[in-house]
């Protein structure tokens, strides 16, 4: 079983850049998919970006250009630069982990069964 522990969240200013963190350990297939989510108040949780084991990212539109999804297979550790941050990245950010042998990850068809306990990302604008 994989665990998640995610670090790096606080408050920072509209305009300013944040890097998430998530050390994991525990047995890993071959096949996997990592991702951040997050979730902020009174909205749904929403997947933000993606990373495939061969390396293959994708991220959802609003992030595009800004955040950068990472992993360091040496650290056993996942990363998420954002940049140019703005009031409505303001949410809980979870990383997740799922098995998956396909050839991509997307937030429809992988199931991402493992999450971590979540880091709070504030954005004042």
């Known amino acids: 079983q994989v665990q998640l522990a995610e670090s790096g969240g606080g408050s920072v200013q509209a305009g300013g850049s944040l890097r998430l963190s998530c050390a994991h350990s525990g047995h890993m297939f071959n096949g996997w998919c990592m991702a951040w989510f997050r979730q902020a108040p009174g909205k749904r949780r929403e997947g933000v970006a993606s990373?495939?084991?061969?390396?293959?990212?994708d991220y959802v539109d609003s992030v595009k250009g800004r955040f950068t999804i990472s992993h360091d297979n040496a650290k056993n550790t996942l990363y998420l630069q954002m940049n140019d941050l703005k009031s409505d990245d303001t949410a809980t950010y979870y990383c997740?982990?799922?098995?998956?042998?396909?050839?991509?990850?997307?937030?429809?068809?992988?199931?991402?069964?493992?999450y971590g306990q979540g880091t709070q990302v504030s954005v004042s604008s």
């Open positions: 997740a982990h799922g098995v998956w042998w396909g050839p991509r990850c997307d937030f429809v068809s992988v199931q991402f069964d493992v």
């Open positions: 990373i495939h084991n061969s390396g293959t990212t």
